[in-house]
């Protein structure tokens, strides 16, 4: 899993990315006529988006009108022709789009439930009903290959037979439990503490569940902001081009990565540096090392305040991302400071009170209290060499 994740939708870019799946993988194998797609790691991806992988594959043939080759057993997933892995990603956005997220709140813990011939999306956040479009042509497989029934009992989501019917409060309920714990994060070993492992522990209680609609929210704001702002349709999101590039070039130079960004117009871009750290520093165990040899990447987008922030920002989501990162806090921010990318002025104003600006409230107040050994150190250094410049005078 060390290859990445997304957060559910990809166009969700700040804060709040509870929902994660892996970066799609894609191998072309064979030639001419023979030409596929082979898909290793669909089952995954199905997984975090709590849908059956042949919902996705059989949504790549639809809409690349190309067949597809499924073997469940052996959990093979085909599409025939040769597929860029960016573009199934992008199509993977479509039907996230259509038959995951809840169009109201744009939570991704849906269910779908079918009755009648039609699909319906019960969103375990918000509660809404909603109608999927039944003229795509995934819609009729889905009728006639329901979602398998969950282990215990069963009797809600995929119903058609009779059992499911208008759901009272407790279908509700345990269809929330239910779907919130298929959705828990990508990777649990991956995750050591258990405020993270958002939804595998289900809160109930009065609070948690306003909590949850206040994510819920927060996230359908989030959204609404990218939808009316400079990137608006999200396959054409320069981020997230910037993004698929870095990926799909391991190899590139920095300069080349720069160069990239230039041209997708974001070379001044305060949010591309976060984009940057997010694609860019894979290994969890070098991060701190890794920031030494892209100094000069993670600088030349800007060095107002602003950037500075940005890349404390980008760090910390990467913390988000990989909750193992948070105990080498101190670490990272001594490389940030060493390598001149981000100035103790900055540090010492971050380290004033946590902030949700790229994180959730709660992890910034990890992040901060991982970080002050090295916030304490700065500040010791500051006034020490304060009083140097005293003497100078
Ligand atoms: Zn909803």
């Not at 199905?46 to 992988?53: C, K, Q, V």
């Not at 809600?156 to 298929?182: M, P, Y």
């Amino acid at each position: 899993m060390s290859s990445g994740t997304y957060n559910i939708p990809r166009s969700l870019k700040d804060g709040f990315c509870r929902y994660k799946m892996p970066r799609l993988q894609a191998k072309i194998e064979g030639k001419g006529n023979g030409i596929k797609t082979v898909l290793p790691n669909i089952v995954d991806v199905a997984r975090a988006l709590s849908r059956p992988p042949a919902y996705p594959a059989k949504y790549f043939g639809n809409e690349l009108g190309a067949q597809v080759q499924i073997e469940e057993k052996s959990e093979k997933y085909i599409v025939n022709g040769a597929h860029e892995v960016s573009k199934l990603q992008d199509v993977l956005d479509g039907f996230i789009d259509r038959y995951v997220l809840c169009p109201v709140c744009k939570n991704p813990e849906t269910d779908l439930i079918i009755k009648d011939k039609m699909i319906t999306r019960k969103c375990g956040a918000c509660g809404e009903r909603t109608d999927v479009d039944m003229r795509h042509g995934l819609a009729k497989y889905i009728v006639n290959h329901p979602p398998p029934k969950e282990k215990k009992g069963g009797q809600h989501a995929s119903a058609g037979n009779g059992s499911g019917g208008e759901g009272d409060d407790a279908d509700g309920i345990d269809g929330l439990v239910q779907n919130t714990n298929k959705l828990a994060l990508v990777d649990e070993d991956d995750v050591d503490d258990d405020d993270w492992a958002l939804g595998i522990d289900v809160d109930m209680s009065a609070e948690a569940v306003a909590q949850r609609q206040k994510d819920a929210e927060a996230r359908l704001a989030v959204i609404d902001k990218h939808a009316t702002g400079e990137d608006a349709e999200d396959g054409d999101d320069p981020y997230d081009q910037l993004g698929d590039f870095i990926r799909a070039n391991r190899e590139a130079s920095d300069r080349e990565i720069f160069a990239k960004a230039t041209e997708l117009q974001l070379g001044k871009k305060h949010r591309a540096v976060i984009v940057v750290i997010l694609c860019l520093f894979e290994e969890s165990a070098m991060v701190a090392k890794d920031i030494a040899k892209h100094d000069k990447l993670l600088v030349s987008f800007g060095d107002s305040d602003k950037h500075q922030r940005a890349v404390i920002g980008g760090f910390e989501r990467l913390i988000e991302e990989r909750p193992e990162l948070l105990a080498k806090t101190p670490a990272i921010f001594k490389a940030l400071f060493d390598e001149e990318i981000v100035e103790e002025e900055a540090f010492l104003e971050w380290g004033k009170k946590p902030s949700k600006k790229y994180v959730d409230k709660e992890l910034a107040k990890k992040i901060h209290k991982a970080a002050e050994p090295f916030i304490q150190w700065l500040a010791e250094a500051e006034e020490a060499s304060d009083s140097d410049e005293d003497d100078e005078e």
